[in-house]
C-alpha cells in the first residue's frame, strides 16, 4: 500500500510555470503507474495525465498538451507534473494517483490510491 501526497501548488500568473510533485511518504512508487487529475469549482475531476511504470510512455488531456510534461524519479520515489504556459481555466485542486501495475489510464475508476490533493490557482 502506498501513501501519496502532492506539492508544489500555489498562486501564479496567466503564462507562467509551476511544477507539482507527488511524493510517496509510504511504501514505493515503483510498482505503479502514475496519474494526475485536477477538479475546479463546480466541475468533476478530469485527467490530466499519466505515465507508466517505466516511465517510457506518458499520455496527455488535450487541453494540456504541449504545456504539461509528466515525469517520474523512482530513486527520489516522486512523479512530476511540469505546468507550463499556464492558464485560468487550469486553476484547480490538482491530484495525483496511483494504480498497482503498469499501463496509461485515464478514468479516475481505475486508480487505487489517491493523494490529498494541491491548490493550483492562476490570475488573468
Known amino acids: 500500500q502506498v501513501q501519496l501526497v502532492e506539492s508544489g501548488g500555489g498562486l501564479v500568473q496567466a503564462g507562467g510555470s509551476l511544477r507539482l510533485a507527488c511524493a510517496a511518504s509510504?511504501?514505493?512508487?515503483?510498482?505503479?503507474?502514475m496519474g494526475w487529475f485536477r477538479q475546479a469549482p463546480g466541475k468533476e475531476r478530469e485527467f490530466v495525465s499519466s505515465?507508466?511504470?517505466?516511465?517510457?510512455?506518458?499520455r496527455y488531456a488535450d487541453s494540456v498538451k504541449g504545456r504539461f510534461t509528466i515525469s517520474r524519479d523512482d530513486n527520489l520515489n516522486t512523479v512530476y507534473l511540469q505546468m507550463d504556459s499556464l492558464k485560468p481555466e487550469d486553476t484547480a485542486v490538482y491530484y495525483c494517483a496511483g494504480h498497482e501495475g503498469t499501463g496509461l489510464f485515464t478514468w479516475d475508476s481505475q486508480y487505487d490510491y489517491w493523494g490529498q490533493g494541491t491548490q493550483v490557482t492562476v490570475s488573468s
Open positions: 509510504r511504501g514505493t512508487l515503483f510498482w505503479y503507474a
Open positions: 505515465i507508466t511504470r517505466s516511465g517510457a510512455s506518458t
